[in-house]
Every structure is written in structure tokens, then in C-alpha cells.
């Protein structure tokens, strides 16, 4: 399917910290595959992205994945 690997590889080098997790879909990726040296594995997505925003106060996050994982964030942020 999709390259993982080399995305995840890119994404370290524009980034100041890689917070990698997972969620519950069929084809998702576990998050334990997609970890490289110098990143964080929070396999709790929700989690992962309250300590992401909390590191980002003064910058920016970015929040990437397949359309599914993306909608699943967009719901959790339109409850809040």
C-alpha cells in the first residue's frame, strides 16, 4: 500500500518532535511499525493529540494519516 516508511523518515526531518500512534481500523497501521529512533509512540490517538497541541502551544501541529484517521480527528474536534 502506502510507503510508511519513507513518510515517516520525512516527516522527522521537518519536524521537532514526531509523535507517532494509532487508531482502530482494519488496514491501520500499528503504531509499534511505523516508531522510528527519536520519535514518540502514544498508541492512544486521543492522548497523542492532546500532548501534541499541549507541545504546540507557541507553534504549530500538524496531524497527518489516511482520510479515515483525519475524519476521526476532525470528529473528536468538533465535540469539544
Known sequence: DKQ????V???SQICDQLVVTQFDYV????GKL???AGSLLIEDW?????????????????VTGSLY????????????
Open 4 to 7: 510508511t516508511e519513507q513518510m
Open 9 to 11: 523518515q520525512r516527516l
Open 27 to 30: 488496514r491501520a497501521q500499528k
Open 34 to 36: 511505523l516508531q522510528i
Open 46 to 62: 486521543r492522548q497523542a493529540l492532546k500532548q501534541g497541541a499541549e507541545q504546540a502551544k507557541a507553534g504549530s501541529l500538524i
Open 69 to 80: 484517521f483525519i475524519s476521526e480527528v476532525r470528529a473528536a474536534y468538533d465535540q469539544e
